[in-house]
T-cell receptor, first 110, second 115 residues
Framework: QKEVEQNSGPLSVPEGAIASLNCTYS??????FFWYRQYSGKSPELIMS????GDKEDGRFTAQLNKASQYVSLLIRDSQPSDSATYLC??????????FGAGTILRVKS | DTGVSQDPRHKITKRGQNVTFRCDPI?????LYWYRQTLGQGPEFLTY????????KSRLLSDRFSAERPKGSFSTLEIQRTEQGDSAMYLC?????????????FGPGTRLTVL
């Protein structure tokens, strides 16, 4: 079992819709959780961080964390073609290295 | 631009050659990380420094790989006797000790192609 799992996709949504991306993790000691966006050929860009159970909103993005179920999700409202990218989920256990999932490809169709 | 910088951005080399990459972190960040990413995968941790001390190395980091951060500022990653399997994107990230959640910010990466 991989430590961080994501559906590879692609997830296709129409422009203006809500895109929902999910991630599960195996180690309960995981403390902080991150979503990175990665455009093709570019490096990962941090878009959301979450540490406590519940929701955290930032603009069109909402991150959701459920530690009991060991999952993290990212909602993107009013999806735009420019949101088309690979979204990487990452977890941090002891304040050091990040462990990444393989990423979910999102395609927003105009 | 005060973000993480990496040099070179691209490197093509022949198998068996040595290569060295440089990373300059965000200026006030005292933690520096190296990751490697291959196509279709997320970044994999290689090693990290807190100031000049190398505190952790992944089992992925064979003895052909060495990293330094001599003055606690920039870092170098050297790969000796490169192999075709070393072809990947090498990513550097930095974070600020004292940030309890260890948000890490990535540089643009160095894409290595070993022929």
């Amino acid at each position: 079992q991989k430590e961080v799992e994501q559906n590879s996709g692609p997830l296709s949504v129409p422009e203006g819709a809500i895109a929902s991306l999910n991630c599960t993790y195996s180690d309960r000691v995981s403390q902080s959780f991150f979503w990175y966006r990665q455009y093709s050929g570019k490096s990962p860009e941090l878009i959301m961080s979450i540490y406590s159970n519940g929701d955290k909103e930032d603009g069109r993005f909402t991150a959701q964390l459920n530690k009991a179920s060991q999952y993290v999700s990212l909602l993107i409202r009013d999806s735009q073609p420019s949101d088309s990218a690979t979204y990487l989920c990452a977890v941090n256990k002891y304040g050091n290295k990040l462990v990444f999932g393989a990423g979910t490809i999102l395609r927003v169709k105009s | 631009d005060t973000g993480v910088s990496q040099d070179p951005r691209h490197k093509i080399t022949k198998r068996g050659q040595n290569v060295t990459f440089r990373c300059d972190p965000i200026s006030e960040h005292n933690r520096l990380y190296w990751y490697r990413q291959t196509l279709g995968q997320g970044p994999e941790f290689l090693t990290y420094f807190q100031n000049e001390a190398q505190l952790e190395k992944s089992r992925l980091l064979s003895d052909r790989f060495s990293a330094e951060r001599p003055k606690g500022s920039f870092s170098t990653l050297e790969i000796q006797r490169t192999e075709q399997g070393d072809s990947a994107m090498y990513l550097c990230a930095s974070s600020l000790l004292g940030n309890p959640y260890n948000e890490q910010f990535f540089g643009p990466g160095t894409r290595l192609t070993v022929l």
